[in-house]
């Protein structure tokens, strides 16, 4: 999965761990999503899109 986390969270001027508290989540979590190394869960997902004023769509990109 490729994510556009980091770009959005450059957008808003936003660290990973000021994202990471506005999702409650830690900031490990957070550097993994933007790796691609984790696969949200659909809640976690909605919660980083909300957070970032985007759509799940717009964040998140399935690599077939």
Do not use: C, H, W
Request: hydrophobic letters at 40%; glycine letters at 4%.
């Amino acid at each position: 999965m490729i994510t556009r986390i980091k770009e959005f969270r450059a957008r808003y001027d936003m660290t990973q761990e000021e994202l990471a508290k506005r999702v409650g989540v830690r900031r490990e979590t957070i550097v993994f999503l933007e790796k691609g190394r984790y696969n949200p869960s659909l809640k976690l997902a909605y919660d980083v899109a909300k957070a970032l004023s985007t759509t799940i769509e717009e964040l998140f990109i399935l690599d077939e």
